[in-house]
């Protein structure tokens, strides 16, 4: 089966600064997706960014961008610029190509400084 | 609606029990999910409605739990005798599968969860 790991219960970042939130993940398999996902103080899960590990070049989205390292299963998030806004619990998520579930990491809480 | 909505936002109960969380997903959406949400924890796959396929169930964590969803569209989430460790955020999630470009891409929305909080 497979597992997401997130090393980072916490992390604190000043304003404008560039924070990093890790992830590992544990699969024998070649073909699969990985998300990081947001998560607020109203509960409402939202899509970060999405990385398809057949795809070379790592994915951004704004000030959102991720370093995928396929051998090492390694999938970690970049925040530039942080925003106070940016304040919220961070997931990593694994998903088989072929699966219909989200595999979610435990989870980390990020805090931004003004 | 504009988003998937969860009923109750809020639910307390006492142990023993039986609950009814309700989810309504974006129309259209086909397929359908409920993760659980524990203190402190990642999200747990309970089951995952697709059209009219069976649904995977494969993440109930006993036969207390048990989901339904009626003519492709709401879906219930009923727990039956409530235990304390059942307290917990409930999310549900709707998607569209798509092929673009010979991608198959799936986007889940998540609503807001109910919390349940058994005494």
């Known amino acids: 089966a497979q597992t997401v790991t997130q090393s980072q219960p916490e992390m604190s970042v000043q304003e404008a600064e560039t924070v990093t939130l890790s992830c590992t993940y544990d699969t024998s398999e070649s073909d699969y997706y990985l998300f990081w996902y947001k998560q607020p103080p109203s509960r409402q899960m939202i899509l970060v960014i999405r990385q398809e590990a057949y795809k070379q070049q790592n994915a951004t989205e704004n000030r959102f961008s991720v370093n995928f390292q396929k051998a090492a299963k390694s999938f970690s998030l970049k925040i530039s610029d942080s925003q106070l806004g940016d304040a919220a619990m961070y997931f990593c998520?694994?998903?088989?190509?072929?699966?219909?579930?989200?595999?979610f990491g435990a989870g980390t809480i990020l805090r931004v400084k003004s | 609606g504009a988003g998937v909505s969860q009923s109750p936002s809020n639910k307390v109960t006492e142990k023993g029990k039986d609950v009814e969380l309700r989810c309504d997903p974006i129309?259209?959406?086909?397929?359908l999910y409920w993760y659980r949400q524990s203190l402190g924890q990642g999200l747990e796959f309970l089951i995952y409605f697709q059209g009219n396929s069976a649904p995977d169930k494969s993440g109930l964590p006993s036969d207390r739990f048990s989901a339904e969803r009626t003519g492709g569209s709401v879906s219930t989430l009923t727990i039956q005798r409530t235990q304390q460790e059942d307290s917990a955020v409930y999310l549900c999630a709707s998607s569209l599968l798509y092929l673009t470009a010979g991608e198959r891409g799936e986007k889940l929305f998540f609503g807001s969860g109910t919390q349940l909080s058994v005494l």
């Open positions: 129309s259209g959406h086909t397929a």
């Open positions: 998520a694994y998903r088989s190509e072929y699966g219909n579930k989200l595999v």
